[in-house]
């Protein structure tokens, strides 16, 4: 694991809890720890503002997040004792560790699952990273397949962020199948995204479903040259979860 990922991994580690669930500590923290970099986002329109571009670090997390967005996320999570969790569509793997190592900071987790349809070679998940004690596994496996379905009949998970395939019927795909499993929380990615409109109708969709106080929307943007909104992070509550 590279220098720059320890260190993030470190600061995360090391705050204090009240700093943890400060707004303004987590997006500083979020930004340090590396986001995406130019070339890698198909449609890249410069998503981030000029004044965050020196986070985007070839050697950090690389994370495809807004800060301001998925600071609250987590914030939010803090105190729902997530123990098991399951990420879809880790990609660089940034977001997943980030994520993992925040949320063992309030609750152990138990075991934490990356399922994608290949592992790529520079992601840190690969490169001997691992939390304190929580167990990690590495699924590579094709959502759509009967396989995942079988996978998800019989899991248990606290929580579930569906970031794989954006379009209206792979959403609907991961969700339906995660569906399947008991699960308590189930977030989305990109759920505003002005490049993502299959995301963005299947949030839309799910979420006048449910009862508004079991839909959770983190969504702020940031000022930008254009005015495309970006990224966005949703919850929902499965009330048969």
């Known amino acids: ?21 400060d ?15 130019p070339g890698m986002l198909i449609n890249d329109k410069h998503p981030y503002p000029k004044c965050m571009e020196q986070f985007r670090s070839p050697e950090g997390f690389r994370m495809c997040q807004f800060p301001c967005q998925l600071a609250p996320y987590l914030i939010w999570l803090s105190d729902k ?21 925040y949320l063992n900071r309030f609750t152990q987790i138990e075991h934490a699952d990356a399922v994608d349809l290949e592992f790529r070679s520079t992601c840190p998940l ?20 009967a396989s995942f379905s079988k996978y998800m009949r019989t899991g248990k998970y606290d929580l579930v962020l569906i970031d794989g395939d954006h379009t209206a019927q792979g959403v609907r795909n991961d969700f339906n199948k995660v569906s399947n499993a008991d699960v308590r929380y189930v977030g989305f990615h990109d759920i ?30 940031y000022k930008r040259s254009d005015k495309f909104t ?9 009330q048969d979860g």
């Open 1 to 21: 694991m590279n220098s720059e990922i320890l260190n993030g991994v470190m600061q995360i580690r090391t705050a204090s809890l009240d700093e943890l669930r």
């Open 81 to 101: 004792e997530i123990k098991r969790y399951m990420e879809v569509g880790v990609w660089m793997g940034g977001t997943f560790i980030f994520t993992v190592e």
């Open 230 to 238: 970006r990224f966005g992070l949703g919850i929902l509550e499965m």
């Open 126 to 145: 690969g490169k001997r990273w691992y939390p304190f004690k929580p167990h990690i596994t590495l699924t590579k496996m094709n959502t759509k397949s």
């Open 192 to 221: 505003c995204d002005h490049w993502n409109p299959g995301v963005v109708a299947v949030w839309n969709e799910l979420k006048c479903k449910c009862d508004d106080s079991h839909s959770h929307e983190f969504v702020e943007q």
């Open 23 to 37: 707004v303004d500590f987590l997006c500083e923290l979020i930004a340090k720890c590396g986001l995406v970099t």
